[in-house]
């Protein structure tokens, strides 16, 4: 008897347990952000689901580098079609949605212009009215970016203060995606958060962007499988964390009681040049401009220069700030280059 009901009371805690487990739904989780944020989640008790689009292939792999792939339920949707994302409101009526899916890459922005807008503007339109005809009482999390600053800046850094003016058409798409964010906060009563994040690097950032460029080709050339690495313009300058870091400013941001729109950085900024010789001092190469070509082909159309946050009054609401800086951040990327590589060459 007394197993008996141990039995039944443990089906019933499991049972109390699923019920009571709140769920996620997280767009881009294929790319950069969205495998750390799915390992918090899932660390936390989430049921997190990840949306992939149907006819695509799938790339598991940096879902697998944080070692989640096998946990995450994943469904199917499309940005740029707003059936798909209403059925998928509907039918999971998530706790939490996080949009983490963009065209995210500045440069091939100019070229495809069109499909940048598609996914960065008009899908955080579709899923922003899937939420509000269909789940209104789920948090929305959408992923803005330091590039809707461009060149405006108070005082040398960017704030909560700092207009807008994007020098591309990635930061244009960005600005329309949050300020619809904001309308269906004051319109609708939607519990909807903008993260303005600045840049954030890990070992799983895309190959395209120049900061896993540089720790790719430094590894490389550590090993002896290049010689050279072409770069655009070295001076611009960037506010680099690190994403692990930075998914955990996401996720308090839909724990607040009121929703809002925060800065996340680290307060400091770094060249292009800075990280470059970051990176190939700690592989201990110090003559870095021997392997170091420029080229025009990476010269964006109209350069933003410098992008400095002041995250202070994040920080100060959240309780949030980065662990991991910069020098940090830099050999932990070469470090996950050079050991892949090496692992290639066996």
């Known amino acids: 008897m007394i197993l008996q009901n141990y039995l039944v009371y443990k089906n019933l805690l499991c049972y109390s ?17 969205g495998p750390y944020l799915a390992k918090l989640l899932l660390d936390k008790g989430y049921k997190v689901y990840g949306v992939t689009r149907r006819y695509s292939n799938p790339n598991f792999e940096n879902l697998e580098y944080v070692g989640v792939h096998g946990k995450i339920q994943y469904v199917e949707g499309d940005m740029t079609d707003e059936s798909s994302l209403m059925n998928l409101i509907k039918s999971l009526r998530p706790d939490e949605v996080y949009n983490l899916a963009a065209q995210s890459f500045v440069g091939s922005s100019w070229d495809l212009a069109k499909m940048t807008t ?5 899908g955080v339109l579709y899923l922003l009215n899937a939420i509000k005809y269909f789940s209104p009482t789920t948090r929305f999390y959408q992923a803005s ?11 040398g850094v960017q704030d909560d203060n700092t207009p807008f003016y994007p020098r591309s058409p990635y930061g244009v798409s960005k600005v329309y995606a949050y300020w619809m964010t904001v309308n269906f906060r004051e319109s609708f009563g939607l519990f909807t958060a903008n993260g303005i994040l600045f840049n954030h690097e ?6 395209q962007f120049v900061t896993r460029k540089i720790t790719d080709g430094v590894a490389r050339i550590k090993l002896g499988l290049a010689e ?8 611009a300058r960037r506010d ?6 930075y998914v955990e400013a996401m996720y308090l941001m839909l724990q607040q009681e009121q929703p809002g729109d925060y800065i996340v950085g680290t307060g400091e900024s770094h060249s292009v040049k800075e990280f470059v010789e970051a990176a190939f001092r700690h592989v201990g190469i110090t003559n870095w401009q021997d392997y170091v070509k420029q080229d025009p082909r990476f010269m964006r159309p109209a350069e933003v220069p410098d992008l400095k946050s002041n995250p202070k009054e994040t920080m100060d609401k959240l309780g949030w700030k ?11 990327m070469v470090d996950a280059d050079v050991k892949r590589l090496e ?3 066996k």
Do not use: C, Y
Request: hydrophobic share 45%; glycine share 10%; no cysteine.
């Open 145 to 155: 970016t330091s590039e809707m600053f461009g060149t405006s800046h108070i005082n």
């Open 343 to 345: 692992a290639l060459k």
């Open 17 to 33: 347990l699923l019920i009571m487990a709140k769920t996620a739904l997280v767009t881009g989780i294929l790319g950069q952000d």
């Open 240 to 245: 680099w964390g690190f994403a692990g870091d």
């Open 228 to 235: 050279e690495i072409r770069l655009g313009n070295l001076d």
């Open 202 to 207: 890990s070992p799983i950032r895309g190959i």
């Open 118 to 122: 598609e996914v960065n503007s008009l």
């Open 322 to 332: 980065p662990k991991v800086n910069f020098d940090e951040l830099v050999a932990m």
